[in-house]
């Protein structure tokens, strides 16, 4: 159905092939077909296959038998994003003709260098963006336009990155989202600058997982956004680029997440946790429910 004529709510459940699901992708998935059931919504499935490197479409497989063993039916067609690279290469130009995107040059190990080197230098803590990575250092976005042509015509490997000091004060003082969920709830103050200047396409992905979330969930008329609390600082920088790019506000529920015996979060290695495995070992889905504590 085109999103513009749906009524009633959309929830998706938008899993990255680039592992075997585990209990928190549970919680996620029971919590949207829950929550779509009690409101009449409809609930999507969206594959989040950008990273070519790591997905793959055995586990791409294994998502689609997790859900039917766990009973979870969602409406068709199901979205594979790795499909759509030239929806969110438009919307990246977009933000470029806005003059908001800069070509980032540093590889990972030159930022972490330089980050270093300023840190032992000073004996100051370099800002971390609030999942702990060091904020993109401002070289490149000082670079003036005939320098970046240059690199780029000789095929210097970048980036595209948002330039936060331009683009943040675009959305002016009240940038806010609807929270429901298990955290802090209300209307929240978002704060994209806490990230610094994020990537939105890499020289081997032609999309990040802000840009192409945010498109997705516009283009397929997600009014509710149900997933883990993992990701609710994110939320900001994702409410910034749909002001930017003049898409709605969904509502947002980030959940609890299911921890490990070591009171970490989860991860997709095959450990105990991995659905796969305990339907091996003959759980049900009534037994993963109430494992997940639903
Ligand atoms: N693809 C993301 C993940 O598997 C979830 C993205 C989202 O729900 O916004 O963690």
Same mark, same amino acid.
Request: net charge negative; glycine share 8%.
């Given at each position: 159905?085109?999103?513009?004529?749906?009524?009633?709510?959309?929830?998706?459940?938008?899993?990255?092939?680039?592992?075997?699901? /585990?209990?928190?992708?549970?919680? =996620?998935?029971?919590?949207?077909?829950?929550?779509?059931?009690? *409101?009449?919504?409809?609930?999507?499935?969206?594959?989040?296959?950008?990273? @070519?490197?790591?997905?793959?479409?055995?586990?791409?497989?294994?998502?689609?038998?997790?859900?039917?063993?766990?009973?979870?039916? &969602?409406?068709?067609?199901?979205?594979?994003?790795?499909?759509?690279?030239?929806?969110?290469? %438009?919307?990246? $130009?977009?933000?470029?003709?806005?003059?908001?995107?800069?070509?980032?040059?540093? *590889?990972?190990?030159?930022? #972490?260098?330089?980050?270093?080197?300023?840190?032992?230098?000073?004996? $100051?803590?370099?800002?971390?963006?609030?999942?702990?990575?060091?904020? &993109?250092?401002?070289?490149?976005?000082?670079?003036?336009?005939?320098?970046?042509?240059?690199?780029?015509?000789?095929?210097?490997?970048?980036?595209?990155?948002?330039?936060?000091?331009?683009?943040?004060? @675009?959305?002016?003082?009240?940038?806010?989202?609807?929270?429901?969920? %298990?955290?802090? *709830?209300?209307?929240?103050?978002?704060?994209?600058?806490?990230?610094? %200047?994020?990537?939105?396409?890499?020289?081997?992905?032609?999309?990040? &997982?802000?840009?192409?979330? *945010?498109?997705?969930?516009? @283009?397929?008329?997600?009014? /509710?956004?149900?997933?883990?609390?993992?990701?609710? /600082?994110?939320?900001?920088?994702?409410?910034?680029?749909?002001?930017?790019?003049?898409?709605?506000?969904?509502?947002?529920?980030?959940?609890?997440?299911?921890?490990?015996?070591?009171?970490? #979060?989860?991860? #997709? =290695?095959?450990?105990?946790?991995? @659905?796969?495995?305990?339907?091996?070992?003959?759980?049900?889905?009534?037994?993963?429910?109430?494992?997940?504590?639903?």
């Amino acid at each position: 159905m085109p999103a513009a004529a749906r009524q009633s709510p959309v929830f998706r459940f938008a899993p990255s092939p680039n592992g075997p699901l /585990h209990l928190g992708h549970a919680l =996620s998935a029971f919590l949207n077909r829950d929550m779509a059931a009690a *409101t009449n919504g409809h609930l999507l499935l969206r594959i989040e296959d950008i990273d @070519l490197m790591r997905c793959t479409p055995e586990f791409e497989r294994a998502i689609l038998d997790d859900l039917s063993w766990l009973g979870i039916a &969602y409406e068709r067609p199901v979205r594979r994003q790795s499909e759509h690279f030239d929806t969110y290469a %438009d919307a990246l $130009e977009r933000l470029r003709a806005m003059d908001l995107v800069y070509p980032a040059f540093m *590889t990972r190990g030159e930022v #972490k260098a330089h980050v270093a080197a300023y840190e032992a230098k000073t004996g $100051e803590t370099w800002p971390r963006d609030p999942d702990g990575s060091p904020l &993109y250092p401002p070289l490149d976005r000082q670079r003036s336009a005939s320098a970046c042509a240059a690199l780029m015509a000789a095929g210097t490997r970048h980036a595209w990155r948002l330039d936060m000091d331009r683009a943040a004060p @675009l959305a002016g003082n009240g940038l806010a989202w609807s929270e429901t969920g %298990d955290g802090e *709830t209300g209307r929240l103050a978002a704060e994209p600058r806490r990230w610094g %200047d994020v990537v939105l396409s890499r020289s081997d992905a032609p999309s990040s &997982y802000h840009l192409s979330v *945010t498109i997705d969930d516009a @283009l397929q008329g997600v009014t /509710h956004v149900v997933r883990g609390l993992d990701l609710f /600082h994110a939320t900001s920088v994702h409410r910034l680029l749909q002001a930017l790019l003049g898409l709605p506000e969904p509502v947002y529920h980030h959940h609890r997440l299911i921890l490990g015996p070591d009171g970490r #979060k989860l991860s #997709k =290695s095959l450990d105990d946790t991995g @659905l796969a495995i305990l339907r091996e070992n003959g759980a049900s889905a009534a037994d993963i429910r109430r494992l997940v504590g639903l």
